[in-house]
Nanobody
Framework: QVQLVESGGGLVQAGGSLRLSCVASGSIVSINDMDWYRQAPGKQRELVAT???????NYRDSVKGRFTISRDNAKNTVYLQMNSLKPEDTGVYYC???????????????WGQGTQVTVSS
């Protein structure tokens, strides 16, 4: 019903930048919150940043001032601009969206497949 395709991950040196994108497609009427999560090896998945349908944003403390989440509603896309990257930012980054569907009542959550971000020291 809904597909999420992420891109933009890769290998970067500490202090570098990457921009992640996540495009949602399918039988979508509207998208509410859009989030980025990450999971480092051996650790639990953690919420990195959220952008609401109204454009409000929220970040975990460790990325404030370095990461920026944004969305393009016309393209059903959420972005994560990551600057001043640190080795501890390494992990698999996942997007998550809450959507209303065309043929089904309610709000449903979908996850992307993940994209690897590796920051070398």
């Amino acid at each position: 019903q809904v597909q999420l395709v992420e891109s933009g991950g890769g290998l970067v040196q500490a202090g570098g930048s990457l921009r992640l994108s996540c495009v949602a497609s399918g039988s979508i009427v509207s998208i509410n919150d859009m989030d980025w999560y990450r999971q480092a090896p051996g650790k639990q998945r953690e919420l990195v940043a959220t952008v609401t349908s109204g454009g409000s944003t929220n970040y975990r403390d460790s990325v404030k001032g370095r990461f920026t989440i944004s969305r393009d509603n016309a393209k059903n896309t959420v972005y994560l601009q990551m600057n001043s990257l640190k080795p501890e930012d390494t992990g698999v980054y996942y997007c998550r969206v809450d959507v209303s569907l065309l043929y089904k009542l309610g709000i449903y959550s979908y996850w992307g497949q993940g994209t690897q971000v590796t920051v070398s020291s």
